[in-house]
């Protein structure tokens, strides 16, 4: 099992931009695929970026494409989240996720290690 650390949320107006850090401890973190994840008030956790092993391949929801930018740095066991140009939508908890695997997936069931939580609010 691999632990994770969320970081980097907080308060940011319209337009603004973020980097969230998901710092893990454990196992080799470079055999782990990553994704992120989100989940607002009265709403279902959605499915916002995964990044594989290498870094080989990115996946992003379509939401965020454009804006969002997920990377890792296997020597530092950590994986970004860049966030820019911030709306009032993203507004959320946002997880880390991961799975011990050279693929990856925007399925939240199919990852098996989570993070806490940190919490990004957007201000109109």
């Known amino acids: 099992q691999v632990q994770l650390v969320e970081s980097g949320g907080g308060l940011v107006p319209a337009g603004g931009s973020l980097r969230l850090s998901c710092a893990a401890s454990?196992?080799?973190?470079?055999?782990?695929?990553v994704g992120w994840f989100r989940q607002a008030p009265g709403n279902e956790r959605e499915f916002v970026a995964a990044i594989t092993t290498s870094s080989s391949n990115t996946q992003y929801a379509e939401s965020v494409k454009g804006r969002f930018t997920i990377s890792r740095d296997n020597a530092k066991n950590t994986v970004y989240l860049q966030m820019n140009s911030l709306k009032p939508e993203d507004t959320a908890v946002y997880y880390c996720?991961?799975?011990?695997?050279?693929?990856?997936?925007?399925?939240?069931?199919?990852?098996?290690?989570w993070g806490q939580g940190t919490r990004v609010t957007v201000s109109s």
């Open positions: 996720a991961a799975r011990a695997s050279y693929l990856y997936s925007a399925l939240a069931n199919w990852y098996n290690n």
């Open positions: 454990g196992l080799p973190f470079s055999r782990y695929a």
